[in-house]
């Protein structure tokens, strides 16, 4: 990380944004964990691939508030700090809406998003995979690796090919795990 983009990362007031995500601790997740720390988890994915845009960070920490806190009154994010409505806009291109089916919403994202919405997808969906590991229902595992195959991940390729291979790494290793406990259950080796 450059100088310049240290002091842009230091000038990025996350805290008020960490504040709103603890409407999210102790939710469970489908795939394993922690709502709150997944919010973070994100957070540090987009960092290790070099993103500092302080909107784009500061939607990590709250991209899953309106899909998953259902009372969450959205003009606290709106209000939150002067980047608040461009924080709002991006998060709500990544919330899943009651109307969506999984496919419809994925496909939305691939196809309309902007290029930030798809990076925090990507990001968002490699912190997915990695929680995966918390999941004791392989058929679940199995549905979800074969969705980021068809819809992610020509995602990551489109916006960026590291977080590609990192989520093919994940990909290729869900794979084998759901091969490895489905061969234990028929017996087959």
Do not use: C, W
Not at 12 to 26: C, D, E, S, V
Not at 157 to 172: C, D, P, Q, R, W
């Amino acid at each position: 990380m450059t100088t310049e983009e240290m002091l842009r990362l230091k000038g990025t007031f996350l805290a008020p944004y960490m504040q709103l995500a603890t409407a999210l601790i102790g939710k469970v997740r489908e795939g394993g964990g922690n709502m709150f720390r997944h919010q973070i988890d994100t957070m540090a994915t987009l960092i290790d691939y070099g993103y500092i845009d302080s909107v784009l960070l500061k939607a990590s920490i709250v991209h899953d508030l309106i899909e998953d806190v259902p009372d969450f009154n959205h003009n606290l994010l709106l209000a939150t700090d002067f980047e608040g409505p461009e924080v709002y806009d991006l998060v709500l291109e990544v919330t899943r809406f009651p109307n969506e089916t999984k496919p419809e919403f994925l496909t939305r994202i691939r196809e309309s998003a902007s290029r930030e919405a798809k990076i925090l997808k990507v990001a968002d969906r490699i912190s997915n995979m990695i929680s995966l590991g918390f999941v004791l229902n392989v058929e679940f595992i199995g549905r979800y690796t074969e969705e980021t195959v068809k819809y992610i991940l020509p995602i990551a390729e489109e916006v960026n090919t590291a977080m590609l291979g990192e989520l093919n790494s994940l990909v290729e290793s869900r794979r084998k795990y759901v091969s490895v406990f489905t061969n234990q259950g028929t017996g087959n080796d």
